[in-house]
């Protein structure tokens, strides 16, 4: 892939085409005396499902690979879109003499439609948001 987002990773299991990969999160807060109150509390692992062009087994290293303009889709789908309907929302409302708490509310409301439709439109979403497991060479 030309321009690609990725990050390395364990195979945990196998599905045919599907390989559910572990990643090791790493957090540079592991000194810091406040890690507790901003929520940082541990390193974790991250499970990730994505797809596999040639054949894996467990414990394989892989590397997972998001095209640049799959992850410029996941930024505009998860941040940019909602900001714009939070932001048309309220304008909208507020411009047609709506009072500030019902702005606010109806923006709001309208992130959490945004947020249903997206829900309901995951699938097609998936096939565009394609992540694929890459061997790691040895």
């Given at each position: 892939?030309?321009?690609?987002?990725?990050?390395?990773?364990?195979?945990?299991?196998?599905?045919?085409?599907?390989?559910?990969?572990?990643?090791?999160?790493?957090?540079?807060?592991?000194?810091?005396?406040?890690?507790?109150?901003?929520?940082?509390?541990?390193?974790?692992?991250?499970?990730?499902?994505?797809?596999?062009?040639?054949?894996?087994a467990p414990g394989d290293?892989?590397?997972?690979?998001?095209?640049?303009?799959?992850?410029?889709?996941?930024?505009?789908?998860?941040?940019?879109?909602?900001?714009?309907?939070?932001?048309?929302?309220?304008?909208?409302?507020?411009?047609?003499?709506?009072?500030?708490?019902?702005?606010?509310?109806?923006?709001?409301?309208s992130v959490a439609?945004?947020?249903?439709?997206?829900?309901?439109?995951?699938?097609?979403?998936?096939?565009?948001?394609?992540?694929?497991?890459?061997?790691?060479?040895?």
């Amino acid at each position: 892939m030309s321009e690609a987002v990725g990050s390395c990773g364990t195979v945990a299991s196998v599905d045919g085409d599907r390989v559910e990969v572990m990643i090791g999160v790493v957090s540079a807060c592991n000194h810091c005396q406040a890690k507790v109150a901003c929520g940082v509390v541990r390193a974790a692992n991250r499970t990730v499902h994505a797809r596999a062009a040639v054949p894996l087994a467990p414990g394989d290293a892989v590397r997972l690979e998001l095209s640049a303009a799959s992850a410029r889709l996941a930024l505009a789908v998860a941040f940019v879109a909602p900001l714009v309907v939070a932001l048309a929302a309220m304008a909208g409302l507020l411009w047609s003499g709506a009072g500030d708490a019902v702005a606010g509310v109806g923006a709001l409301l309208s992130v959490a439609a945004y947020f249903g439709l997206v829900r309901v439109l995951r699938g097609t979403l998936t096939r565009s948001l394609r992540i694929d497991a890459v061997p790691e060479p040895v």
